[in-house]
């Protein structure tokens, strides 16, 4: 049973200039909305009297010994005595007076409320540019396109939800984009989302802050493709392998002239390592969503595992080994042919188009077998991998 019904949680590494004023703000919205809570100050190893300041106006530190402004929220989350939890910055570039909406929608029963700067205004001055144009919309456009979610503002600070739904996302990452993290897993576990307008000031602080544009940009860009193996590998393997099996079939049965351009068994090679290329990315697809579900990352997805029932090891190596028959029996006869007329020259276009062929066939025979086994140890840790299919 939590103690408070709301912790006011701060991530905090040298904030002395600003500190104050935040844990002020916090603590007088919580006494004058007779909200029972605390504020919670998540310090990341200050040394700048960060600690005496928060402990001195009565907020409640915990030392945090991994750097970075996840593993010092995943702590504070952790440590917090609140059923609700409401974060911010320390740094006076969120109003901590301006609670309300957030706690209102916690009690509706929202898992997650995120604040939105660009609905609710950005002062002058706030923030960057590059960031208000560029990063964030982008970045927020790409997390909505991925993960199908209506969170329009993926890496505002000011956020409020429930400890049990931020205990249940399993938040691992240590850096700027655990941000993303919270999001993409909430909507990946389908949890209540709401959004509330927030205005977003110009920080405080004398000094540069802690974020870093074109590196904490990669890491959030990186993380959201991380999760999104359709995105990262399924889609652009159909789409490979699309363009490789149109262009394959077309150029097997003969040269084929395209303007005053004739395509012969070159490009058929191309066309061919187009093919390899998209079955490996589909393949990667599959290996990631299943390292993902067994790791916890990606939460379970039924209808992907009921799927996998039909491809056991068995039933792949049976089938791999098949097309691997045909493709050896192929090129076989190519070379006994070659021989019966005396392995002298050969046309070397039809000759390189028939080996080609021939050897994609062994190609794809040897890869469904051996994707059949890395499959099944991968599914190991699975129901769907039965006793019956061991």
């Known amino acids: 049973m939590s103690q408070y019904e709301l912790t006011i949680l701060m991530p905090c590494l040298n904030e002395a200039e600003t500190l104050e004023t935040c844990i002020k703000k916090g603590q007088n919205w919580l006494k004058e909305n007779n909200v029972s809570g605390e504020v919670l100050i998540a310090d990341n190893g200050s040394t700048d009297g960060s600690q005496e300041i928060s402990r001195k106006l009565g907020a409640r530190v915990v030392d945090v010994p991994s750097r970075g402004y996840g593993a010092a929220l995943i702590c504070g989350i952790k440590e917090a005595a609140g059923n609700y939890i409401i974060m911010g910055d320390s740094d006076d570039s969120y109003d901590f007076s301006y609670l309300t909406p957030f706690i209102e929608k916690l009690r509706e029963g929202y898992d997650l409320v995120m604040g939105n700067r660009f609905k609710g205004g950005i002062m002058q001055g706030a923030m960057p540019p590059l960031h208000q144009y560029l990063g964030n919309p982008i970045l927020s456009g790409i997390g909505k396109l991925f993960f199908h979610t209506d969170c329009s503002d993926f890496h505002c600070g ?41 205005k977003l000031y110009p920080d405080g602080r004398s000094r540069p802050p802690h974020l870093r544009s074109w590196s904490d940009g990669w890491r959030h860009l990186r993380f959201m493709l991380l999760y999104s193996p359709r995105w990262l590998f399924l889609y652009p393997g159909f789409a490979f392998l699309l363009a490789g099996v149109l262009g394959f079939i077309w150029l097997a049965t003969g040269p084929k002239q395209v303007g005053k351009v004739v395509l012969e068994s070159n490009s058929l090679l191309i066309f061919a390592f187009i093919i390899i290329t ?29 799927a996998l029932k039909h491809f056991r090891l068995e039933t792949m190596i049976m089938i791999g080994t098949i097309i691997f028959i045909i493709g050896l029996i192929g090129i076989t006869a190519f070379f006994i042919k070659w021989s019966g007329q005396g392995a002298g020259n050969l046309d070397t276009v039809a000759s390189i188009r028939t080996t080609i062929i021939w050897l994609m066939a062994i190609y794809f025979g040897l890869t469904t077998v051996f994707s059949g086994f890395f499959l099944s140890t991968l599914g190991l840790k699975q129901e769907y991998w039965t006793a019956s299919d061991r």
């Open 158 to 198: 000011l956020r409020g939800f429930r400890k049990e739904a931020a205990l249940k996302m399993d938040l691992r990452t240590p850096g700027m984009e655990f941000a993303s993290e919270m999001v993409i897993k909430a909507t990946l576990l389908k949890m209540k989302i709401a959004e509330v307008p927030i």
């Open 278 to 306: 998209g079955i490996q990315l589909l393949l990667f697809s599959v290996y990631s969503k299943i390292f993902g579900i067994n790791e916890g990352y990606l939460p379970k997805d039924e209808k992907f595992l009921n």
